[in-house]
């Protein structure tokens, strides 16, 4: 993919993820997602923040979390979904398609890997299907092997061969962990508990312990 094919990908993604959301009850959107502390509303909060955190607004909230990261992403997420009703955050994020706007630091990809993450970070706890496009996935999984920040995949899973059983993507030496590249995008970005379950081999056994 080219750029251009990228921000398209991340195009269809955000209407895909509205899809999903849109039919959603209230009760849904409080239901709790599979990242840590987040409800549905949280995760949906923290798209839309992204599509438009300039250098300027970056800086402010990581003053305001005393310099942590993770802090900072977790608490303007909350903090906005806390000041939004549902619909309200809906609108917003129809609002970033078309929007070609990366923050420092990050790439179309990475605003790719984020919607394809948070989307099953909604669908999976709510038992909803929300498929995932190989191509795009394969994408994803390629940018966050090589960086370690911030899910430090590559160091995590060095004991392991990792192989993508629908595109051939392999990569590493040791106990097999196969499945589905939606699933290892998964499990490297810590998702262990939705992406087990589609992925074999040795490796998973221990994995798991």
Same mark, same amino acid.
């Given at each position: 993919? $080219?750029?251009?094919?990228i921000?398209? +990908?991340?195009?269809?993604e955000r209407?895909?993820l509205?899809?999903?959301?849109e039919?959603?009850?209230?009760s849904?959107?409080?239901h709790?997602?599979?990242?840590e502390?987040?409800?549905?509303?949280d995760?949906?909060a923290h798209? @839309?923040?992204?599509?438009?955190?300039?250098?300027?607004r970056?800086?402010v $909230?990581?003053?305001?979390?005393r310099g942590?990261?993770?802090?900072?992403v977790?608490?303007t997420a @909350?903090?906005h979904a +806390?000041?939004s009703?549902d619909h309200?955050?809906?609108?917003e994020?129809r609002? @970033?398609? /078309?929007?070609?706007?990366?923050?420092?630091?990050?790439?179309? @990809?990475?605003?790719l890997m984020?919607?394809?993450?948070?989307?099953q970070?909604i669908?999976v706890?709510l038992?909803?299907e929300h498929?995932?496009p190989t191509?795009?996935?394969?994408?994803a999984?390629?940018r966050?092997w090589?960086?370690?920040f911030?899910?430090r995949?590559?160091?995590?899973?060095?004991?392991?061969?990792?192989?993508?059983v629908d595109? /051939?993507?392999?990569t /590493?030496?040791?106990?097999?962990?196969e499945?589905?590249?939606?699933?290892l995008?998964?499990l490297t970005? /810590?998702?262990?508990?939705?992406a087990?379950p589609?992925?074999?081999?040795?490796g998973?056994?221990?994995?798991?312990a």
């Open positions: 993919m $080219n750029t251009e094919d921000w398209r +990908a991340v195009d269809a209407r895909s509205l899809q999903l959301l039919p959603l009850a209230a849904q959107w409080r709790a997602s599979l990242c502390r987040w409800q549905v509303r995760v949906v798209l @839309t923040l992204s599509a438009h955190a300039d250098v300027g970056i800086l $909230n990581l003053l305001r979390a942590s990261f993770d802090r900072m977790c608490e @909350t903090r +806390a000041e009703a309200q955050l809906l609108e994020l609002g @970033t398609i /078309g929007s070609r706007f990366a923050a420092i630091g990050t790439t179309p @990809t990475d605003r984020d919607l394809l993450v948070h989307g970070d669908a706890p038992q909803l498929e995932m191509a795009a996935a394969q994408l999984l390629e966050i090589s960086p370690r911030p899910f995949a590559s160091k995590r899973l060095a004991p392991y061969r990792l192989r993508a595109t /051939g993507w392999a /590493g030496a040791g106990p097999l962990i499945g589905p590249v939606s699933a995008l998964l970005t /810590g998702r262990h508990a939705a087990l589609h992925l074999r081999g040795d998973v056994e221990l994995l798991v």
